[in-house]
């Protein structure tokens, strides 16, 4: 994966640039970036301050990682019902 060039707050100062009134040309040009760049940072970004993002990135990690929970008990629930089922065959 290709590393970003820019931070979260980078996009929004240049987002709010544009909104500002700046050419989305000359926004592109100034900060060596694509016009689909930009659409797709408009369309990821548009309207949030830099506060939103942070906010945004803390939740994102916390469902990441609650995700992860779910995921590590999943598979031990799998593991103990394996092992309960060669148990009970075992005696049987």
Do not use: F, P
């Not at 993002?53 to 609650?66: C, I, V």
């Amino acid at each position: 994966m290709k590393a970003r060039r820019y931070t979260g707050e980078q996009i929004i100062a240049v987002l709010r640039e544009g909104e500002a009134g700046a050419r989305v040309a000359d926004l592109c040009r100034k900060y060596g970036m694509s016009n689909v760049t930009y659409y797709n940072w408009k369309a990821q970004y548009a309207g949030m301050s830099v506060s939103d993002l942070k906010r945004l990135k803390a939740l994102e990690a916390e469902n990441r990682r609650l995700k992860q929970i779910v995921a590590d008990q999943a598979l031990d629930n799998l593991a103990l019902k394996e092992l309960l089922s060669k148990t009970s065959y075992a005696r049987g």
